[in-house]
């Protein structure tokens, strides 16, 4: 792209049109927060008259449920022999969804990026080189659509070949990188590239070259347009050796274009005055209903029905980053508080299934765990909770914490990433000034935890009006999707308005 566009700007109130590519999208296929995003933000932005399209990979699941279809396009693509069909359907909202439809790598059920034995597939490098080519024919509008984006959106390593593979095209449009999580980097061996059939251009320490390696991730992180994360305080989190995974060298050269947007949640979805999930629908208005959800969750649960009991909930993913290992040090002292009830929803690391379902099993008065994940019951967790658990030892942005806001559970999390951009630790003065929203600790440790834990059943035991004050200040948040939508248009126009010229230089 040639920096003549600066002399002409764009006209930042008219219609963009926008690709947004990614592996997994609600409702059609989830495995984390990406899906949300890309089952929310989409509509957001259409909702803003912007004509916006999403491109998935045709597994299975996203088929079946994306019907009807029809084959709009069959594509050729570099590294690949078989012909690729792209199907082209429509999502609510009167999205356009195009689904890139190789069987023999996408045509697996399940998730989308692990086998039934827990391993990534074998083939993971060539599936989604695949999705990045097929996005680069529809970006250069080369896939028979009579359509070409003003800017690609790509989001984490499995479209992180798309911003390098568009680079050198003379008649390109702008990208934009989300990073939601950069632990996961998509890492692969030169061999690899070489099998890819990729331009040997891009092999080198300023291009995909990582260790001796490929890296998918970085060839978004270095030629994007514009690089954003999930939250403004994990944005710069990642420009540092603790979260920056090797990459933050790269990061800190690029950190003139990189910039964080917390994520939004559907609030319709998420609405406790008309959740279908819940017993009792309720609203900051009608605080008070809210016990009524707590009474039918200790009975779902198997706890004693008391109102008073202070009762501790706890959704996600059971691994070392969501601090379950340090729930699980702490379960004996919490299993001694006659008057503190704990309920938890989740699967993950086999290990800590293992220590949380025998902690259930030996206090059967006081701590009730589920194995697995079942939507309905995340709802009434998030509705009959007084509080809700997330000490995260890194959250790029985090959704339950947002959930727990709007359900009046008041969230006690660590100071971290999107946990740090949208919970208010509570002071009597944040209190007085109606700004508190939680209890927010600092360290990664078991006391630390258990010093915000205690401070939040002191807190609870004072007078009723304190708790609701506290309860109903983070009711009243407003983190729906249209402000963060408003946010990535500015973020687009300024990818549209500043392309990068040439290769970067990294520092990685």
Not at 115 to 139: M, S, Y
Not at 365 to 384: P, V
Not at 474 to 485: E, I, L, R, V, Y
Request: proline letters at 7%; charged letters at 20%; hydrophobic letters at 40%.
């Amino acid at each position: 792209m040639d920096n003549i566009t600066n002399l002409f700007p764009i006209d930042t109130q008219a219609p963009l049109k926008i690709l947004f590519a990614a592996s997994e999208a609600q409702p059609l296929i989830k495995t984390g927060g990406l899906a949300d995003v890309a089952g929310s933000l989409p509509p957001a932005l259409r909702h803003l008259n912007h004509d916006i399209r999403l491109i998935l990979p045709a597994y299975p699941e996203v088929v079946e449920k994306a019907i009807p279809l029809k084959e709009v396009a069959t594509l050729y693509l570099g590294g690949h022999l078989e012909p690729v069909r792209l199907l082209s359907g429509t999502l609510s909202e009167h999205i356009p969804l195009y689904l890139v439809d190789a069987p023999e790598l996408f045509g697996r059920p399940g998730n989308p990026y692990v086998g039934p034995d827990g391993h990534d597939w074998p083939d993971n490098a060539q599936r989604f080189a695949l999705f990045c080519r097929a996005i680069v024919a529809v970006a250069l509008n080369q896939a028979g659509q009579n359509w070409q984006p003003d800017i690609v959106h790509c989001n984490d390593w499995q479209t992180g070949l798309v911003p390098p593979l568009l680079h050198y095209e003379g008649n390109r449009p702008a990208t934009l990188f989300t990073i939601h999580n950069l632990a996961y980097q998509g890492i692969f061996s030169h061999t690899l590239f070489q099998k890819l059939q990729l331009p040997a251009e891009l092999w080198s320490h300023n291009g995909l070259e990582f260790h001796g390696n490929l890296s998918f991730i970085k060839g978004g992180l270095a030629f994007a347009d514009r690089l954003n994360t999930v939250s403004p305080t994990y944005a710069h989190e990642i420009c540092t050796p603790e979260f920056g995974y090797g990459l933050e060298g790269l990061l800190r050269h690029r950190q003139d274009r990189l910039s964080g947007v917390l994520n939004g949640i559907d609030y319709h979805y998420w609405n406790p005055a008309a959740d279908p999930y819940i017993h009792q629908h309720f609203d900051h208005n009608a605080f008070e209903l809210k016990r009524i959800n707590k009474r039918q969750l200790q009975k779902e649960m198997g706890l004693p029905q008391d109102e008073h009991a202070f009762l501790l909930g706890y959704v996600g993913r059971l691994v070392e980053q969501k601090g379950i290992d340090l729930v699980l040090e702490l379960l004996p002292k919490l299993a001694r508080i006659e008057s503190l009830q704990l309920v938890m929803l989740g699967s993950g690391v086999t290990h800590f299934e293992d220590a949380l379902s025998d902690a259930g099993e030996r206090h059967l008065g006081n701590i009730a765990i589920h194995i697995g994940y079942n939507e309905q019951l995340a709802h009434r967790i998030e509705a009959g909770s007084d509080c809700f658990l997330m000490p995260s030892r890194f959250e790029p942005c985090g959704l339950n914490q947002l959930y727990s806001l709007r359900y009046g559970t008041v969230p006690i999390v660590r100071r971290t990433g999107g946990l740090a951009d949208t919970v208010v630790d509570v002071t009597a003065q944040r209190l007085l000034d109606g700004n508190a929203t939680g209890f927010v600790f600092d360290a990664p440790t078991a006391p630390a935890l258990w010093e915000a834990i205690k401070h939040a059943i002191e807190f609870y035991h004072r007078p009723d009006s304190w708790w609701q004050k506290l309860a109903i200040t983070g009711m009243q948040q407003d983190f729906s999707w249209p402000s963060s939508a408003i946010q990535y248009l500015d973020l687009y126009h300024e990818a549209i308005l500043n392309p990068v010229p040439n290769p970067v230089s990294p520092a990685a």
